[in-house]
């Protein structure tokens, strides 16, 4: 069973900064795939970003430039560094992870972590 704690929300001002971390533990052979999703009041989940286990990453086009995305493989983390933050990026942000064990591959998700852009 394969665990996800988030970290790192809460209330920025816009053009502000936050970064949020996502901690998977549990036992685990191996994470191919990690990512950000959000979700924001009445709208449908979206991927943010995401990074392979080859370390290649892509972004929502309304974020390239402000946000990037990174994993520490040793500690099995997930980090999302946001900058020039804007009122629409308020949601809450899911990690999400793809993993194997013993009992094989898995997907799983974080609990979510708010986050609120707003002077």
């Known amino acids: 069973q394969v665990q996800l704690v988030e970290s790192g929300g809460g209330l920025v001002q816009p053009g502000g900064s936050q970064r949020l971390s996502c901690a998977a533990s549990?036992?685990?052979?191996?994470?191919?795939?990690m990512a950000w999703f959000r979700q924001a009041p009445g709208k449908q989940r979206e991927l943010v970003a995401d990074?392979?286990?080859?370390?290649?990453?892509s972004y929502l086009d309304s974020v390239k430039g402000r946000f990037t995305i990174s994993r520490d493989n040793a500690k099995n983390t997930v980090y999302l560094q946001m900058n020039s933050l804007k009122p629409e990026d308020t949601a809450v942000y899911y990690c999400?992870?793809?993993?194997?064990?013993?009992?094989?591959?898995?997907?799983?998700w974080g609990q979510g972590t708010q986050v609120t852009v707003s002077s």
């Open positions: 999400n992870v793809h993993s194997r064990g013993p009992a094989g591959a898995s997907t799983n």
């Open positions: 549990g036992t685990i052979f191996n994470i191919y795939y």
């Open positions: 990074i392979s286990s080859t370390g290649t990453t």
